[in-house]
């Protein structure tokens, strides 16, 4: 939003305060004025002036007014908002002039209908009408259109028009703005171009925006604004590393009073370290900087801190209410999509077909939405959803779509194998599966039981019972044993079922299990009569047989052992 910053108070109200600085500048030209502290930008030091002045019974409500505006530019709007209110008590007739500015506190600190309604009561300004213009882009989409209407073609004007344009994701509209200003002044108005750079940002065009951001930096080096955007360009760019060392440059380079955007630094080292940090720096900044929850909730979810993440993110609602095009999209969209991966999460963690519900829900609003349809977020989205929803064919529809763009990446290898064997595609399945590199993965249960599977479905059982065999003992190898057990039975390769069932019968002694183990020496029985399996397997399934106390196992034994003398096959050492 661009108030008029000129003057604390529209009129010639300022100028013999101007006036009179200037004086006692020039009787005192080594201490810096009020003049130089604003001139400078340097709302700290006004601020420290005005209020020591203040202490020394020098007080006045023209340096009143200056202290307000040095406060309102310090983003101090709660201290601003109360000197204007004490003012206006003070003097009626300044207090009417004094409305627009009362207002456009109200506006910075959230307060939209108060804002609304002391701007409707201030004289007929140019400040006025861009509050009510901005109020109305928070709350009316056709009261923003008519005030819109209202506007004129000044630059403070057109700049709010930019600025809506930009909040509501038209940055192309936004930047089309700035341009034609910075052709009418771009001398005078250098820091458009930092307007023009984070546009470029939003559209993702990292070094286009970097480009743009050099003719700023070059005359405002210390820019806390313009250093933190170039960061945010090399860390998307780059890499974290080097966001950072623009981050510590600038802080190095600051005299310590320096307080603007601090809490916006931190909270972009701790993303750019990789989330180090974030739980001294992220939690009080939440409800600040719109970010720092969504970073936290992700910070929590790499974590595995599920419950977290969820608690942190389930009552917060999407900064506008729908997905449609011309909204705040970036945001947002990550609002929706963390929402439905933390209750993904959490749900699947829990067993909560409830929560995975909800979760269904939100990746089929981001993914079936108008804008989001055809983006990359979106179709992941819809595979998410599908998933949820175990519609693996649908799910690989999405995926095929984007897979070209995540060729490297684990957890999208590993979803993809995931889909492609719950389809029956356990070949390729297999491939996916394999060029997982990260070792997190590679370690997860349902990782190894996919793998496992796909193995035996590929005909290569020896692979599936050496995962097993690399494993210590436990629920998951328990598990493990059972999916060989079942799937090699199913699929006709006996031998590894009869291992499998062997090693379950001897952790737990069910009917179920020896039935499998029987069943399973039955089959090698009849691979090895059909050559299908070598003879000397004989004696080992003999040797499983033995091990087990049943009636049957003698009745078995004998058939085997009647075929082996029949057909010179050596079983002698077992009898």
């Given amino acids: 939003m661009n108030m008029s910053r000129v003057k604390p108070v529209g009129g010639a109200a300022a100028a013999p305060a101007e006036r009179k600085i200037s004086k006692a500048g020039k009787k005192k030209a080594k201490a810096p004025s009020l003049v130089d502290f604003i001139e400078g930008r340097d709302f700290t030091g006004a601020v420290t002036l005005l209020e020591f002045e203040k202490s020394m019974n020098k007080r006045s409500a023209e340096s009143d007014l200056w202290l307000a505006y040095s406060y309102f530019h310090l983003t101090e709007y709660r201290k601003a908002l109360d000197i204007y209110l004490r003012l206006s008590q003070a003097d009626a007739e300044l207090g009417q002039r004094l409305l627009s500015n009362v207002a456009a506190c109200q506006f910075f600190l959230g307060n939209y209908t108060e804002a609304q309604d002391t701007a409707l009561s201030a004289p007929d300004t140019a400040l006025k009408h861009r509050i009510l213009f901005h109020v109305a882009g928070k709350k009316n989409e056709d009261e923003t259109r008519e005030r819109h209407q209202q506007l004129a073609d000044i630059v403070e004007d057109q700049l709010s028009l930019a600025a809506i344009h930009y909040l509501r994701g038209h940055h192309q509209e936004a930047i089309d703005v700035y341009k034609r200003l910075l052709m009418q002044k771009g001398r005078d108005f250098l820091a458009i171009h930092v307007y023009v750079a984070l546009c470029y940002y939003k559209l993702d065009y990292y070094d286009v925006s970097g480009q743009v951001l050099n003719s700023y930096l070059q005359v405002h080096r210390d820019s806390a604004i313009a250093t933190n955007l170039k960061a945010c360009g090399y860390y998307r760019l780059c890499h974290g590393k080097a966001a950072e060392a623009e981050i510590k440059a600038l802080q190095e380079t600051s005299s310590p009073s320096f307080k603007f955007a601090k809490d916006l630094l931190e909270h972009n080292l701790v993303v750019f370290r990789g989330g180090q940090g974030a739980l001294q720096v992220l939690p009080p900044l939440v409800g600040t900087i719109p970010e720092a929850r969504l970073n936290l909730v992700i910070y929590y979810l790499k974590q595995e801190d599920f419950q977290s993440a969820y608690d942190l993110i389930k009552d917060s609602e999407p900064s506008t209410p729908s997905l449609t095009v011309g909204t705040r999209r970036t945001t947002r969209l990550l609002e929706y999509v963390l929402k439905g991966v933390a209750h993904a999460a959490l749900g699947q963690d829990l067993g909560s077909r409830d929560i995975l519900r909800v979760a269904q829900q939100y990746f089929q609003l981001v993914g079936g939405s108008a804008s989001e349809c055809d ?17 693996f064919s649908d799910v690989l529809v999405y995926l095929t779509s984007v897979k070209t763009y995540f060729y490297n990446d684990d957890s999208f290898n590993f979803n993809f194998g995931q889909a492609k064997a719950s389809v029956g595609q356990f070949k390729e399945a297999e491939e996916y599966f394999l060029s997982v590199q990260s070792e997190k993965i590679k370690a997860d249960h349902i990782y190894v039981t996919w793998l496992a599977r796909c193995y035996i479905m590929n005909q290569k059982p020896s692979f599936a019972w050496d995962l ?25 390769q006996f031998y590894y079922s009869a291992k499998a069932f062997d090693v379950l019968e001897k952790i737990d002694n069910s009917p179920e299990h020896w039935e499998g183990k029987r069943g399973a020496c039955i089959g090698v029985f009849q691979m090895i009569i059909a050559n299908r399996e070598t003879r000397d397997t004989l004696k080992e399934i003999i040797r499983m047989l033995r091990q087990t106390v049943n009636p049957q196992v003698d009745y078995i034994i004998r058939i085997m052992a009647r075929w082996a003398k029949a057909n010179v096959v050596p079983i002698d050492d077992l009898e």
Avoid: V
């Fill in 468 to 492: 097993y065999m690399k494993m210590e003992t436990s629920s998951e190898s328990f598990s493990l044993l059972l999916h060989i057990a079942n799937d090699c039975y199913k699929t006709g």
């Fill in 375 to 391: 983006t990359i977020p979106g179709r992941q989205c819809m595979a998410s959803c599908y998933f949820l929803m175990k519609q």
